[in-house]
Structures are given as C-alpha cells and as structure tokens.
C-alpha cells in the first residue's frame, strides 16, 4: 500500500483479506487508535498535566500502579466502551474483564492490553508504549466470561502497539505482515510509514536485565556467555547490549533493525510463583505475533509462544523473541 496512507484507509482495504471481517473491525482499530492517540498527548505533555508519578494503587499483580497506568485504562475503556465492536476488555491494570454489552451477538471481538507498557520509564522520560490484541467472541457465546478469552496467542486476529518515543508510532499485523504507521500532530492521524517489515534472521544486538544473571538458568546462562565472547567464542562475532526496560521499545528496535529481547524465566521469579514477569495475554502473545508476521521468532524457551494455552488472564511466562537464527538457537540450548 501507498506510504503516507492515512490508518482508517489502510484498514478498510485490508478489511477484505481478513475472513470474516466487516465494517465492526475498521471501526474498532480506529477506536483502539484513537484511545493511542489521546496517551500520547497525556505522555507527551507529562508533568505540564500533571500526570506523572504514582497512583497510590496497586493492580492485580500488587504492583504499584502510575497515576498514567490508571488513566490510560480509563481512556481505553472509554474509547472502545460504546461503540459496540467490542464485547469485553481485558487489561493489566483490571482485575477482571469488563463487559461492554449484553449484546454479544453484535460486538464480535475480545481485545485485550497493557494501557501503558514500560511505566517504571515515564518519570524519567524515556519510550513507553500500549499493546493490543484482538481475539473473536467465540461462536454461540452469549455472555462473556474469562474463559473466553483464554485462547493461544495463535488465534489472535490483529495485535500491534502504539510507541511512545519520539514519534508516536502505531505498529499493527492483522495477519497478513507488520505496518508501521507515525503520528502526524499537525492533522492528528496515523500515516503509513512503512510495510512488510521484515527482521534480518541473524544479529549481533542482545537485550536481557543482566542484573538477574545470578538467577538465570543453564540454557540463558550459556547463551548470552557465548554473546559475552564475542568474536572469539563460539558465536565468532562481537555482540553489542540494549536494555530500555521498555518492551514496546524494544521490540520496536527489533522489528527496525533485528536482535533478539530476553525476559526469561529464572530461579528468583519461580521461588515467588511465577513462571516469568511478563504478561502471557498483554504482553507476549501480541508481541510474538508481531514477530512472527515479520518473520522472526518468538518462544517461552521449551515452546513457539503462540502455542502456549493459557490456564489464567494474568499469567505470566517466559519470554524469548527476536532475529530468527539466534531464537532457535536458544530453543536447541533449552532442548539440550
Ligand atoms: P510493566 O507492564 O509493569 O510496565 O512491566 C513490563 C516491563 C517491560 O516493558 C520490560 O521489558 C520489563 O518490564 C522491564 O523489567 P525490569 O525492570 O525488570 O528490567
Ligand atoms: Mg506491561
């Protein structure tokens, strides 16, 4: 398609590749990309508005909620609330879904998301993001429960993120590739800035907390031990290190210029009960569908992501994505 394509044009041409999808699709991306665009005016003028800091709440994974976790709730639920595409959220930051109609008949897709992805980044101005993914209401629902929206990542059918850096990026796959579109502030809409973008299989660029290294297991340990030898161990090239802290930004790097993002599971996270930190439903399904379309991969180490069948809305699972070579090479160190 055209580059300078406005977001609304793109999604009604492309409506007609995606089975079964009507006008209610273009209407719901369009809403999800506004609710986008009113955090990134918030995430943009910060503390002028007075929205930085924390919220004096907790969400449901007892993690201390910014007063911007909470309010790009709100705007999401407002802006997807009334128009009658989507029959019930999930989010990060809720402890249940949200049912927005008893007419399930009519809304036909489950989205879910992390309003504002990377929060721990806002206070000091660094790239934060939201992530999305669409499901169907399953065939004959007639009220929706959570068990409905426990399905593998394999079944989403459209996932993406908006970017909060520099430029306000919104990057969607509805299943057909990845599209990156930029905000334009002067007329406010989204403009195609790039399609079919593809990950090179190979890289030199690692992202891990290094700080859990004393917590990693076996398979992570010998992987990122032989990037750290660089040209002269068994990788035979020198490897270079990101970490934001920020997901969104740092699979946005990875889908611009390749490299493979880490949060894996480790003995600290798993003697606290959980398998991984990042979110199964809002954070890796979406993300490893991102990656795929691009022709990367994406794995919990023993399994493809979007294979995972999920037990619980907020579980939590191990995360390994990125430039395709270097993924499946972890896999083998996780098989051995
Ligand atoms: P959040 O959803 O509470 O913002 O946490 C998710 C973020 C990811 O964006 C990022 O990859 C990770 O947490 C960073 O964690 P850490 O601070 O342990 O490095
Ligand atoms: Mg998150």
Redesign the pocket.
Known sequence: MRIGTTLTNFIIQNQRDIQGASGTFTGLLNDIAVACKRIADLVNKGDLVNVLGSADSE?V?G?QQKKL?VISNELMIEALRHNGHVAALAS?EMDSICRFTDDVSRARYLLLC?P??????IDVNVS??TIFSVLRVPEGAEEITEEDFLRPGAEQVAAGYCLYGPSTMLVLTTGNGVSMFTLNRDFGEFLLTKSNVTIAADTCEF?I?M??HRHWKEPVRRYIEECLQGGEGPCGKDFNMR????????VHRILTRGGI?M?PGDHKLESNGKAG???LM??ANPMAMLIEQAGGGAITGEQRMLDVEPTELHQRVP?ILGSRNEVERIGRYHQQ
């Open positions: 969400n994974q993690e976790d990060e992390d504002l992805d990377g929060s721990s980044n934060v993001g992202a907390n700080s859990n970490w934001v802290a920020s997901m969104v930004a740092e993002f949060y930190k990042l979110r809002y954070e995360v």
